[in-house]
């Protein structure tokens, strides 16, 4: 299964139904939501408290950039390690490319 096309983009809802009610949301570039966000860290629910909604944004603001830019890092990161890999009989170079190998594997989930 594959995730929903990028872009992702943040959105904000004001009032509704209920006139004092905020959301922020993630939604796909054809505008169908994917994600809504609606309480933070601390259990305050954005609709009922200033502070958590603008957290909610910035948070929102984190997972659209993180999602968007991922396949262009993994595919930088692949291309780096194949390039600095030739140089990995240098202890400090081999050590930056496991650590690079642990971050392409972690962001590809395997």
Same mark, same amino acid.
């Given at each position: 299964?594959?995730? *929903?096309?990028?872009?992702?983009?943040?959105?904000?809802?004001?009032?509704?139904?209920?006139?004092?009610?905020?959301?922020?949301?993630?939604?796909?570039?054809?505008?169908?939501?994917?994600?809504?966000? *609606? &309480?933070?860290?601390?259990?305050?629910?954005?609709?009922?408290?200033?502070?958590?909604?603008?957290?909610?944004?910035?948070?929102?603001?984190?997972?659209?950039?993180?999602?968007? =830019?991922?396949?262009?890092?993994? #595919?930088?990161? *692949? #291309?780096?390690?194949? $390039?600095?890999?030739?140089? =990995?009989?240098?202890?400090? $170079?081999?050590?930056?490319?496991?650590?690079?190998?642990?971050? $392409?594997?972690?962001?590809?989930? &395997?």
């Amino acid at each position: 299964m594959k995730h *929903t096309p990028t872009p992702w983009k943040k959105r904000i809802r004001l009032g509704g139904v209920n006139p004092s009610a905020k959301s922020v949301f993630i939604s796909a570039q054809e505008g169908r939501k994917v994600a809504q966000l *609606t &309480e933070d860290a601390d259990g305050n629910h954005y609709e009922r408290n200033i502070h958590a909604i603008a957290e909610a944004w910035e948070n929102a603001d984190l997972i659209c950039r993180s999602v968007n =830019s991922h396949d262009q890092l993994v #595919e930088a990161c *692949t #291309e780096a390690l194949d $390039i600095i890999n030739s140089y =990995s009989h240098i202890p400090a $170079i081999k050590t930056a490319c496991y650590k690079l190998q642990a971050a $392409i594997e972690a962001a590809k989930g &395997e």
